[in-house]
């Protein structure tokens, strides 16, 4: 051990930063000049040519790129604002070329999944250039991730210098979702403890009754035989339409997610919540969501879809290193109810794994029909996709080529079986 610890001790570690400076292309060109001016000092003049060619060679490949970097300008624009995954996008790279003269070796990291930086090639004096690429988004987003810069190191390569490029407009990408056919029957909204009747006052249906006229009440309510009987203005009572609710719970703890397919299985179960929302959604039922201690309500409409998807776009999973952001906090997430009552029954749906299904959920479970989606990186087992157990029924995703599109295979066997 003791030879062991004499071998392989760092005993000049106060040198690591200087040995990793050399490294670079800079560095070994600054040691080489203070090499060859000691060598000119001690040897004679004519090593002081070589001194001053690597001293020339070294403020040329310094200056130059910082002084070409100063007159360029750079601008990135999506040609659309919204896509979904895997739906190529055409992107618009603007460069500005101010200086008089042209530029060379200009190099563009957009940082949108490309592994290495795009070459653009010279820039004319005086001048704007536009490079058009299609660009495909393998996850959700909202692109891009990061600070996209341009950069050059002309004429040497020995020292690059970089600035930021202008973002025109960002750009937002959805879960990628599958259509549902066939949809789970789910509970009606129960009316609160305080109504006396089953038959709730609305907009539409069959009139329930008359009442008198209140101000804001529509004039083509009124009821003009009893009015001109009363001799005051009569309103007529209609029925409110019964509204299907479906409560989706997606545990987020990332200590329970594992990799299926080369992702993670959060953004599985993330694509699954968007394919059950999206189909309850357009049949107007009622639709909550909810995952890290939030529940956003799924808007009617398309706007509200629009919203929604948002929403799971900027959403960031915690083995990303990000917090979660949210849109329209106050209009779409409620707290929690801290207790079931009575008129909180809604088939609810939780989307979790095999480690998080044995757990408690993250949100409390409602009055009502259960059903659970497991995701596992299991074999796939096609005479067990769906099983009953004490959280209600369960269908297994299990390993395969798509576990969205095995999603959906059982969704729909599931739901001829009933």
């Given at each position: 051990?003791?030879?062991?610890w ?89 460069l ?17 999944s ?23 988004p ?39 979702t ?10 009606e909204?129960?009316p609160?403890?305080d ?71 959060i ?7 968007a ?12 639709v ?30 915690i ?7 949210s ?7 409620t ?12 088939f ?11 757990r ?15 995701l596992?990186?299991e074999?796939n ?17 299990r ?20």
């Amino acid at each position: 051990q003791f030879y062991y610890w004499i071998t392989s001790h760092n005993w000049c570690g106060f040198a690591d930063p200087l040995v990793a400076a050399i490294k670079t292309p800079l560095g070994a060109l600054v040691a080489a000049f203070v090499v060859v001016l000691i060598l000119g000092i001690a040897v004679g003049t004519s090593m002081l040519w070589a001194a001053g060619t690597i001293f020339f060679i070294g403020a040329v490949g310094t200056l130059w790129p910082a002084l070409t970097i100063r007159g360029l300008r750079g601008q990135l624009e999506f040609e659309r604002r919204r896509v979904t995954e895997q739906e190529p996008v055409q992107t618009k790279l603007t460069l500005e070329n101010r200086w008089p003269w042209p530029t060379w070796g200009i190099m563009c990291r957009r940082d949108l999944s490309e592994p290495e930086p795009a070459a653009c090639g010279g820039l004319p004096a005086a001048s704007k250039t536009t490079f058009t690429s299609l660009f495909t988004p393998l996850l959700r987003g909202v692109y891009p991730k990061q600070e996209c810069l341009i950069s050059t190191g002309f004429p040497f390569g020995i020292y690059n210098r970089s600035r930021p490029t202008k973002i025109k407009n960002t750009l937002i990408v959805w879960p990628r979702t599958v259509p549902l056919k066939s949809l789970l029957d789910s509970a009606e909204t129960r009316p609160s403890e305080d109504r006396f009747t089953d038959a709730r006052c609305g907009e539409s249906g069959d009139v329930l009754g008359t009442r008198p006229f209140r101000n804001g009440d529509s004039l083509r309510r009124i009821h003009w035989p009893q009015t001109a009987r009363t001799g005051s203005l009569v309103v007529c009572e209609r029925q409110a339409p019964a509204t299907s609710a479906i409560r989706i719970v997606v545990d987020t703890d990332p200590t329970i997610h594992e990799t299926i397919n080369g992702e993670n299985s959060i953004e599985w179960s993330i694509r699954i919540v968007a394919s059950i929302a999206m189909a309850y959604q357009s049949k107007q039922a009622a639709v909550e969501v909810c995952f890290r201690g939030q529940c956003v309500r799924v808007g009617q409409g398309t706007s509200g879809a629009v919203r929604f998807l948002d929403h799971l776009a900027h959403f960031e999973s915690i083995h990303n290193g990000k917090q979660s952001e949210s849109l329209d906090a106050e209009e779409n997430q409620t707290t929690p109810p801290k207790k079931t009552r009575t008129d909180c029954g809604v088939f609810q749906v939780r989307v979790t794994t095999r480690q998080g299904l044995h757990r408690g959920s993250e949100h409390q479970s409602v009055q009502g029909d259960q059903l659970c989606i497991v995701l596992t990186n299991e074999d796939n087992d096609e005479a067990a996709f769906i099983r009953h157990t004490k959280f209600g029924r369960t269908i297994w995703i299990r390993q395969s080529e798509d576990p969205l599109l095995a999603f959906q295979y059982s969704w729909e066997k599931l739901c001829h079986v009933g």
